[in-house]
């Protein structure tokens, strides 16, 4: 695959990841934040002494990695005891990647259910936990995709200028790699589209005019606090780590 | 819970849902129609001789009923032999439904399966079975969910004329209960109403002006075809059903 193509194929899979985390957010938002979903142990040896969502969150890897989930690219997996897929493997267009074992979901899943949760569902506990789990699968499973895609996003940057790359990796400089991944003109045009996607999909086309399901502000302030900071940490995470790999 | 809160619930329940269907429906829509999915034995003996969205549908309520999701009066699965729940049983508020065990998730499927989803996705295969398997799940939960909120509303029907329903229900007459349960204006203002929604949700912001992620008609035609009928046959299923339980 050539550099444009690359590049335009990453951009495409980007902007529809946004419906699917929006859609996500605003069907997690219909439920209050339910604290007991997140707490481990909270329903004793039934769920392995993991928390509700750790569990089903498990249990629904097991599943998806039978049908070979994990084998794409773009997969990353919470957990790292799963069962090999029951499919036959599926022959993906060789991968851009260079080797890598960057997997920041541990840090996506402690931010989303100490942050995320809490900042966009509405205080409380109304008891939906089993309603509120299975969103919260869907919103983990979309977030993981989109902050590793940034491996994706490295390697095109990468390859557009590796010269400019060369110093600040070989001297496995973090800030000099994230100031040469950061372009604030795109971030900014990514929270503008997001902007636009939130309100417009948002919309309670059911209450009164300017009724919302979700404040599209919220939505926002998870794309510019959450998301874009750890795509960045997977991008600088897979350049230094490939480049490792490479010497 | 009086009549009057009965019905503003069940109004506020259906309509909800319709964000969720609608959502399920564009996501699904991002994939081919891809046939093997629904193909039983297709990958042999590792999914039991099932189809894939069989064995990944058998397998998700298989989690779900630990997570107690069959314990509540409006949530039907499609297979019976499912475990126990491991979560402490919820107290729901009293249901306002009479013993009933109408379940219509097998012609649900069959019509998913066999309709909607050829109607609604691009003809042919694009290999991403798993992403298509996925998105089916959610579209037919939402969808179940969706049609046996029939018993509710067949429910809340009957109790504002009970009269009325006397001498079709004691004669078994089907095409009579029917009639009594079918409100055409009601049936226009939901398809209004998914329309703006379908039309709404499923602009392409990314694309040109007009582009649509999937066909606002389509949305209105899996409403007017499927969703609505199924609906009103578990009304009738369910007012038949419940009839006879009490005579």
């Known amino acids: 695959m050539n550099e444009q193509l690359l590049l ?32 481990a142990g909270r329903f004793g040896a039934a769920t392995g002494g993991e928390s509700l969502i750790g569990y089903l969150l498990h249990e629904t890897e097991h599943t998806h990695a039978r ?36 997997n920041l979901n541990a840090a996506l899943r402690r931010v989303y259910e100490t942050a995320i949760v809490p900042f966009m569902c509405k205080a409380g506990d109304d008891a939906q936990y089993g309603s509120s789990a299975v969103c919260d699968v869907a919103c983990l499973q979309a977030l993981s995709r989109r902050i590793h895609y940034g491996k994706f996003v490295a390697e095109s940057k990468y390859r557009q200028c590796a010269g400019e790359f060369q110093d600040a990796l070989r001297a496995g400089d973090r800030a000099a790699v994230l100031r040469l991944i950061t372009d604030p003109l795109v971030e900014e045009r990514v929270l503008k589209r997001v902007e636009l996607k939130a309100r417009t999909y948002g919309q309670d086309l059911d209450g009164g005019p300017g009724q919302v399901k979700l404040d599209p502000a919220h939505v926002l302030a998870v794309y510019s606090r959450w998301i874009i900071p750890l795509t960045k940490e997977v991008e600088v995470e897979y350049l230094l780590h490939a480049c490792r790999g490479q010497s």
């Open 67 to 102: 049908l070979r989930r994990y084998t794409s690219p773009d997969e990353h997996p919470f957990f790292a005891d799963l069962p090999a897929p029951i499919l036959p493997a599926l022959r993906f267009d060789e991968s851009p990647l260079r080797n890598n074992r960057v």
């Open 8 to 39: 335009d194929s990453i951009r495409g899979v980007l902007m529809r990841l946004e419906e699917t985390i929006i859609f996500a957010l605003i069907e997690r938002a219909q439920f209050a934040a339910n604290p007991p979903v997140y707490q």
